[in-house]
Protein backbone atom coordinates (compact mmCIF):
# COMPACT_ATOMS: atom_id res chain seq x y z
CA UNK A 1 0.00 0.00 0.00
CA UNK A 2 1.00 3.34 -0.80
CA UNK A 3 2.06 5.71 2.47
CA UNK A 4 0.97 8.97 -0.07
CA UNK A 5 0.52 10.08 -3.66
CA UNK A 6 1.46 13.09 -4.33
CA UNK A 7 -1.15 15.18 -6.51
CA UNK A 8 0.53 15.85 -10.23
CA UNK A 9 -0.73 19.88 -9.59
CA UNK A 10 1.46 19.81 -6.78
CA UNK A 11 4.87 18.56 -8.37
CA UNK A 12 7.37 21.09 -9.27
CA UNK A 13 8.25 20.87 -13.40
CA UNK A 14 10.69 23.36 -13.79
CA UNK A 15 9.71 24.54 -17.37
CA UNK A 16 6.17 24.70 -15.92
CA UNK A 17 6.61 26.47 -12.87
CA UNK A 18 6.27 30.46 -11.63
CA UNK A 19 10.26 31.54 -10.94
CA UNK A 20 9.42 32.71 -7.32
CA UNK A 21 7.94 29.13 -6.60
CA UNK A 22 10.98 27.14 -8.10
CA UNK A 23 13.63 29.75 -6.36
CA UNK A 24 11.84 28.89 -3.22
CA UNK A 25 11.90 25.08 -3.87
CA UNK A 26 15.22 25.12 -5.37
CA UNK A 27 17.05 26.54 -2.28
CA UNK A 28 16.50 23.74 0.22
CA UNK A 29 18.99 21.67 -2.48
CA UNK A 30 21.28 24.50 -2.58
CA UNK A 31 21.55 24.61 0.92
CA UNK A 32 22.99 20.70 0.87
CA UNK A 33 24.96 20.97 -1.69
CA UNK A 34 28.08 21.43 -0.17
CA UNK A 35 27.13 19.12 2.42
CA UNK A 36 26.53 16.27 -0.78
CA UNK A 37 29.40 16.49 -2.41
CA UNK A 38 30.92 13.24 -3.02
CA UNK A 39 28.63 11.53 -0.75
CA UNK A 40 25.96 8.81 -1.48
CA UNK A 41 22.29 10.05 -1.95
CA UNK A 42 18.53 9.45 -1.24
CA UNK A 43 16.11 11.61 -2.60
CA UNK A 44 12.35 10.17 -0.99
CA UNK A 45 9.73 12.17 -3.07
CA UNK A 46 12.29 13.20 -5.88
CA UNK A 47 9.17 13.57 -8.09
CA UNK A 48 10.51 15.51 -11.67
CA UNK A 49 13.91 14.54 -10.81
CA UNK A 50 14.96 18.20 -10.87
CA UNK A 51 16.16 18.65 -7.28
CA UNK A 52 18.48 15.20 -7.29
CA UNK A 53 19.73 15.75 -10.99
CA UNK A 54 20.52 18.98 -9.16
CA UNK A 55 22.51 17.13 -6.26
CA UNK A 56 24.21 14.70 -8.74
CA UNK A 57 26.36 17.65 -10.13
CA UNK A 58 28.23 17.27 -6.97
CA UNK A 59 27.88 13.68 -5.13
CA UNK A 60 29.13 10.45 -5.60
CA UNK A 61 25.93 9.02 -6.45
CA UNK A 62 21.83 9.88 -6.11
CA UNK A 63 18.90 7.92 -6.34
CA UNK A 64 15.77 9.18 -6.66
CA UNK A 65 12.71 7.53 -5.33
CA UNK A 66 8.88 7.62 -6.01
CA UNK A 67 5.95 6.18 -5.74
CA UNK A 68 4.62 7.31 -9.34
CA UNK A 69 5.68 4.82 -11.78
CA UNK A 70 4.94 7.07 -14.58
CA UNK A 71 6.58 10.65 -12.89
CA UNK A 72 9.97 8.12 -12.70
CA UNK A 73 9.64 6.87 -16.11
CA UNK A 74 9.58 10.64 -17.06
CA UNK A 75 12.73 11.61 -15.16
CA UNK A 76 14.99 8.51 -16.02
CA UNK A 77 14.16 9.99 -19.19
CA UNK A 78 14.88 13.99 -18.38
CA UNK A 79 17.81 13.32 -16.45
CA UNK A 80 20.38 11.14 -17.90
CA UNK A 81 23.45 11.53 -15.51
CA UNK A 82 25.88 8.15 -15.06
CA UNK A 83 25.66 8.97 -11.14
CA UNK A 84 21.76 9.31 -11.30
CA UNK A 85 19.04 6.41 -10.78
CA UNK A 86 15.31 6.89 -10.23
CA UNK A 87 13.47 4.27 -8.73
CA UNK A 88 9.74 3.55 -8.05
CA UNK A 89 8.84 2.39 -4.00
CA UNK A 90 7.09 3.32 -1.07
CA UNK A 91 8.39 6.04 1.37
CA UNK A 92 7.71 4.02 4.02
CA UNK A 93 9.08 0.98 2.91
CA UNK A 94 12.73 1.97 1.34
CA UNK A 95 13.93 -1.36 -1.07
CA UNK A 96 17.47 -0.50 0.47
CA UNK A 97 19.87 -2.42 2.88
CA UNK A 98 21.15 -0.61 6.44
CA UNK A 99 23.05 2.18 6.37
CA UNK A 100 23.25 2.66 2.94
CA UNK A 101 23.09 6.08 2.27
CA UNK A 102 25.79 9.08 4.08
CA UNK A 103 22.57 11.80 3.00
CA UNK A 104 19.12 10.94 2.86
CA UNK A 105 16.92 14.78 1.58
CA UNK A 106 12.81 14.87 1.57
CA UNK A 107 11.71 18.20 0.41
CA UNK A 108 8.13 19.12 0.46
CA UNK A 109 6.73 15.69 1.32
CA UNK A 110 5.98 15.30 4.88
CA UNK A 111 2.91 17.36 4.78
CA UNK A 112 1.76 14.30 2.25
CA UNK A 113 2.61 11.63 4.57
CA UNK A 114 -0.68 10.65 6.62
CA UNK A 115 -0.18 10.76 9.89
CA UNK A 116 0.21 7.26 11.10
CA UNK A 117 2.37 6.67 8.53
CA UNK A 118 4.74 9.21 10.10
CA UNK A 119 6.89 7.33 11.94
CA UNK A 120 7.22 4.61 9.18
CA UNK A 121 8.35 7.38 6.59
CA UNK A 122 11.02 8.31 9.55
CA UNK A 123 12.22 5.44 10.62
CA UNK A 124 12.51 4.24 7.44
CA UNK A 125 14.98 7.00 6.55
CA UNK A 126 16.94 6.46 9.42
CA UNK A 127 17.63 3.14 8.77
CA UNK A 128 18.91 3.34 5.40
CA UNK A 129 21.87 6.33 6.69
CA UNK A 130 24.72 5.45 7.53
CA UNK A 131 26.49 6.05 11.10
CA UNK A 132 26.56 9.68 11.76
CA UNK A 133 24.88 10.25 8.11
CA UNK A 134 22.36 13.66 7.93
CA UNK A 135 18.70 13.79 7.38
CA UNK A 136 17.36 16.99 5.64
CA UNK A 137 13.82 17.71 5.18
CA UNK A 138 11.78 20.70 3.73
CA UNK A 139 7.83 21.54 4.72
CA UNK A 140 6.20 24.74 4.95
CA UNK A 141 5.30 26.67 8.16
CA UNK A 142 1.70 26.50 8.95
CA UNK A 143 2.02 29.47 11.25
CA UNK A 144 3.48 31.33 8.15
CA UNK A 145 0.82 30.24 6.01
CA UNK A 146 -2.44 30.84 8.69
CA UNK A 147 -2.33 34.11 8.10
CA UNK A 148 -5.59 33.88 9.48
CA UNK A 149 -6.71 30.50 11.79
CA UNK A 150 -10.58 31.43 11.15
CA UNK A 151 -10.01 32.33 7.37
CA UNK A 152 -7.35 29.84 6.46
CA UNK A 153 -7.84 26.22 4.33
CA UNK A 154 -5.54 23.70 4.17
CA UNK A 155 -4.34 22.39 1.02
CA UNK A 156 -6.60 19.51 0.49
CA UNK A 157 -3.03 17.55 -1.00
CA UNK A 158 -1.68 17.48 2.31
CA UNK A 159 -2.35 15.30 5.20
CA UNK A 160 -0.53 17.42 7.81
CA UNK A 161 0.86 20.55 8.37
CA UNK A 162 3.19 21.80 11.34
CA UNK A 163 4.25 24.77 13.38
CA UNK A 164 7.69 24.75 14.49
CA UNK A 165 7.27 22.75 17.75
CA UNK A 166 4.85 20.33 16.28
CA UNK A 167 7.76 19.59 13.35
CA UNK A 168 10.76 19.19 16.03
CA UNK A 169 8.66 17.05 18.05
CA UNK A 170 7.71 14.72 15.48
CA UNK A 171 11.36 14.57 14.38
CA UNK A 172 13.01 14.40 17.74
CA UNK A 173 11.10 10.71 18.31
CA UNK A 174 13.15 9.16 15.57
CA UNK A 175 16.38 11.31 15.24
CA UNK A 176 18.13 12.23 18.65
CA UNK A 177 20.21 15.36 17.19
CA UNK A 178 17.83 17.69 15.26
CA UNK A 179 18.29 21.53 14.36
CA UNK A 180 15.96 23.83 12.36
CA UNK A 181 16.62 26.13 9.56
CA UNK A 182 14.04 28.82 8.25
CA UNK A 183 13.62 30.06 4.37
CA UNK A 184 13.44 33.69 4.70
CA UNK A 185 13.02 36.78 2.03
CA UNK A 186 16.04 38.79 1.78
CA UNK A 187 15.45 42.30 2.15
CA UNK A 188 15.56 43.29 -1.05
CA UNK A 189 12.91 40.48 -2.03
CA UNK A 190 10.88 42.21 0.76
CA UNK A 191 11.19 45.67 -0.79
CA UNK A 192 9.64 44.68 -3.94
CA UNK A 193 6.85 42.46 -2.25
CA UNK A 194 6.01 45.57 -0.46
CA UNK A 195 5.50 46.92 -3.78
CA UNK A 196 3.45 44.78 -5.08
CA UNK A 197 1.11 44.40 -1.80
CA UNK A 198 1.05 48.22 -2.74
CA UNK A 199 -0.03 47.97 -6.22
CA UNK A 200 1.06 51.22 -7.20
CA UNK A 201 2.80 50.09 -10.85
CA UNK A 202 -0.38 47.47 -11.75
CA UNK A 203 -1.21 50.63 -14.30
CA UNK A 204 1.65 50.19 -16.14
CA UNK A 205 2.76 47.45 -19.02
CA UNK A 206 4.72 44.70 -18.07
CA UNK A 207 8.07 45.89 -19.51
CA UNK A 208 7.71 48.82 -17.82
CA UNK A 209 6.81 47.44 -14.58
CA UNK A 210 9.63 46.94 -12.08
CA UNK A 211 8.11 44.77 -9.76
CA UNK A 212 6.91 42.15 -12.67
CA UNK A 213 10.25 42.45 -13.59
CA UNK A 214 11.89 41.90 -10.66
CA UNK A 215 9.05 38.51 -10.02
CA UNK A 216 10.00 37.26 -13.95
CA UNK A 217 14.17 37.12 -12.84
CA UNK A 218 13.87 35.91 -9.37
CA UNK A 219 16.21 33.46 -8.19
CA UNK A 220 17.44 31.95 -5.72
CA UNK A 221 19.83 35.08 -4.40
CA UNK A 222 16.06 36.28 -3.20
CA UNK A 223 15.83 33.91 -0.84
CA UNK A 224 17.85 33.24 2.77
CA UNK A 225 18.19 30.11 5.26
CA UNK A 226 19.27 30.95 8.65
CA UNK A 227 18.07 29.90 12.12
CA UNK A 228 16.70 33.57 13.42
CA UNK A 229 12.55 34.17 13.59
CA UNK A 230 11.89 30.73 12.77
CA UNK A 231 8.00 31.05 13.58
CA UNK A 232 7.97 33.58 10.73
CA UNK A 233 9.61 31.62 8.36
CA UNK A 234 8.14 30.56 4.95
CA UNK A 235 9.44 26.85 5.17
CA UNK A 236 11.07 24.69 7.30
CA UNK A 237 14.98 22.92 6.61
CA UNK A 238 15.61 20.42 9.18
CA UNK A 239 19.13 18.64 9.64
CA UNK A 240 18.62 15.58 11.63
CA UNK A 241 21.36 13.60 12.33
CA UNK A 242 21.28 9.81 12.81
Known amino acids: MATTVIKPETRIIPEKTPPKFLAEHLKAYEFIKGAVRGKMVLEVGCGDGYGSAYLAKVAAEVVGIDYEKDVIAQAREKYTDRNLSFIDGDAASLQFEDKSFDIVCSFQVIEHIPE ?3 PRYLSEIKRVLKDEGTFYLSTLNLEHSMKSPHTYQKN ?13 GVLSKIFPRVEIFGLHLTAKHRFYLRLKKLGIFKVLPDAANPVKRYYNRITTNDFQINTSNLKKAIDFICVSKK
Open 116 to 118: DAL
Open 156 to 168: IAHCREFKLDELK
